[in-house]
């Protein structure tokens, strides 16, 4: 692997699921970039829904913000492994983007 596909990789994580969706069309034809985008779009729309949704009930905001402090983790810990050339695979949401990026090559 290249390093354009490791700095791709670790682009794909930098806007959050927006960037994941522009690399996953773009750079489809390199499984490490489509492997890291489409974790990248799985991963931070789900966060993104959720906190949005827990940020506008009473009682449950907290929630949301905890989300938010686990996103920003995840989002280092995920670019940094990109970056390194690795395949860091999240709880179940890797697993889903490993079999969905092997299959959809655009």
């Known amino acids: 692997m290249g ?3 490791r700095t791709a ?4 994580y930098l806007g959050g699921w927006v960037t ?8 489809r034809e390199d ?3 489509r492997f890291h ?10 966060m993104s829904i959720a906190t949005t949704v827990f940020s506008y009930i009473p009682l449950l905001g907290f929630i949301g913000e905890g989300l938010a402090f686990v996103s920003f983790i995840c989002w280092i810990v995920l670019m940094v492994a990109a ?6 695979k999240l709880p179940i949401i890797g697993e ?3 079999k969905w990026a092997n299959s959809w090559k655009g």
Do not use: D, N, P, T
């Not at 990789?9 to 794909?12: A, H, K, P, Q, V």
């Open 3 to 5: 390093r354009g596909a």
């Open 83 to 88: 970056a390194r050339g690795r395949y860091y």
């Open 20 to 27: 994941g969706l522009i690399f996953l069309l773009l750079k």
């Open 9 to 12: 990789g670790w682009l794909s």
């Open 37 to 46: 985008a489409m974790q990248s779009l799985i991963f931070f729309g789900a």
């Open 31 to 33: 499984r490490f970039v």
């Open 96 to 98: 889903y983007a490993e």
